[in-house]
């Protein structure tokens, strides 16, 4: 009712043409168009609901008929088969019945017993192998560790030998050295020794008391 009263207030042709004359354009002219202008938009938006609405009735009612169909269509190939499975059986239990399929049946029941008994034996066997390679694995890796250790501590062992050799050669060496020091030393004093002494004294005397000079070539 406040919209009616105002465009009914904003409509020239309501109040007469003095209202024009005063007025041409009226400050509610321009909401109330807005108004219209979202109420057809509203219309158009439910309109557009509608049709949408009724398309998806329409798809949800056609994929309806489509799973009725399907199920009818299951449901007659399922009868289909269950009488091409009865047929099957009555046309064979005839068969089933005579002394051939008997025997028959009895040689594949033998034939599958000998073959569950080969797959035991054969199951077994492998597990008795696995278990020798296992068994002979851990003895060849025992000892392939035992020899390792052996090696290492001979190794060791020659490596202290080694030490110690060197060691004691190292020793001998300086004693060697030191021992040749000294000789030298001596050596030397005593060619100081020899050159610093006189010749004279050097004559020896005979048992006669008569003394006689010693050359240096060695004659009296």
């Known amino acids: 009712q406040l919209f009616l009263k105002m465009a009914a207030y904003g409509n020239p042709s309501i109040h007469g043409n003095s209202r024009v004359h005063q007025s041409e354009d009226h400050p509610y002219d321009r909401p109330y168009g807005?108004?219209?202008?979202?109420?057809?938009?509203?219309?158009?938006?439910?309109?557009?609901?509608?049709?949408?609405?009724?398309?998806?009735?329409?798809?949800?009612?056609?994929?309806?008929?489509?799973?009725?169909?399907?199920?009818?269509?299951?449901?007659?190939?399922?009868?289909?088969?269950?009488?091409?499975?009865?047929?099957?059986?009555?046309?064979?239990?005839?068969?089933?019945?005579?002394?051939?399929?008997?025997?028959?049946?009895?040689?594949?029941?033998?034939?599958?017993?000998v073959l569950e008994a080969g797959l035991a034996d054969?199951?077994?066997?492998?597990?008795?192998?696995?278990v020798m390679r296992d068994t002979k694995d851990a003895s060849r890796e025992a000892d392939l560790r035992s020899g390792l250790n052996a090696l290492c501590q001979d190794l060791a062992h020659h490596k202290t030998i080694y030490g110690t050799t060197k060691d004691?050669?190292?020793?001998?060496?300086?004693?060697?050295?030191h021992d040749l020091h000294l000789l030298a030393g001596g050596v030397q004093r005593v060619t100081q020794a020899w050159t610093t002494v006189p010749l004279g004294n050097l004559q020896t005397s005979d048992v006669n008391g008569s003394s006689a000079g010693v050359c240096p070539g060695g004659s009296k």
Do not use: G, W, Y
């Open 34 to 113: 807005k108004m219209i202008d979202m109420s057809n938009a509203i219309q158009e938006l439910r309109a557009m609901l509608l049709a949408e609405q009724q398309q998806r009735a329409a798809e949800v009612t056609e994929l309806r008929n489509e799973v009725h169909m399907l199920r009818e269509a299951l449901k007659q190939e399922t009868q289909n088969r269950d009488t091409v499975v009865h047929k099957l059986m009555k046309e064979l239990q005839p068969v089933n019945q005579t002394k051939d399929f008997d025997e028959l049946r009895t040689q594949l029941r033998k034939q599958v017993t």
């Open 122 to 130: 054969e199951v077994r066997d492998r597990r008795a192998a696995e």
């Open 168 to 177: 004691e050669h190292k020793n001998q060496i300086n004693r060697c050295i």
